[in-house]
């Protein structure tokens, strides 16, 4: 494994987004529930255990676009919600600009599971010895890239770019599209 420098000018990150806001769980389970979907939730952050924070970005919004898709539909499937939902997401747009563990090229398979217990150990003990973050090959869009970032100070200029609506049908996200307000 080497440094790469990454200079991203964008990079993407999507995020849920409801206005007003409201706790993410609030459409999909009742109060007593909320500590087991935290814990859920948690199980979509490849590089991090839920105690420390990590930047997910892509060089690409397509490729933003697949991995939240993944990973919504796990979550909404986790969940057992088979109701139709219109998933409000929101588009950032930032610059990146550092030096990230690259794992482009390396053997480690762990990027390819479903279980995030060993890339979560691996990025905690990358973190714990300072490092930035890491530089991947998105696994939902192959030969693209994607990128967990520990430290915040290597992005800047982070703005609102757009809304999209991600449609789920009780299965699957079978529809994408992009929201606008004109008045």
């Known amino acids: 494994m080497s440094l790469t420098h990454v200079r991203w000018q964008p990079c993407y990150r999507i995020i849920p987004a409801r206005y007003p ?19 859920l939730e948690s ?22 676009i697949c991995e939240t898709t993944y990973h919504r539909e796990r979550f909404y499937r986790a969940t057992e919600n088979n109701k139709s939902l219109n998933l409000d997401m929101r588009v950032l747009k930032a610059e990146l600009n550092g030096e990230l563990e690259d794992l482009r090229n390396s053997p480690d398979q762990f990027l390819f599971t479903d279980d995030y217990s060993s890339p979560q150990k691996y990025a905690r003990q990358l973190k714990e010895k ?18 967990a970032v520990f430290n915040p100070q290597l992005l800047s200029n982070c703005k609102e770019d757009k809304y999209l609506v991600y449609e789920w049908n009780g299965l699957e996200i079978n529809s994408i599209y992009e929201k606008k307000i004109y008045f």
Do not use: C, M, Q, W
Not at 24 to 36: G, L, P
Not at 43 to 62: A, P, Q
Not at 132 to 147: D, E, Q, W
């Open 21 to 39: 806001p409201i706790s993410i769980y609030e459409r999909v389970a009742d109060a007593d529930e909320f500590k087991a979907l935290v814990a």
């Open 130 to 147: 300072g490092s930035n973050g890491i530089l991947y090959t998105s696994v939902r869009h192959p030969k693209n890239k994607a990128a």
């Open 43 to 64: 199980r979509t952050n490849r590089f991090s255990d839920g105690s420390y924070g990590v930047y997910y970005t892509s060089k690409t919004l397509e490729t933003a």
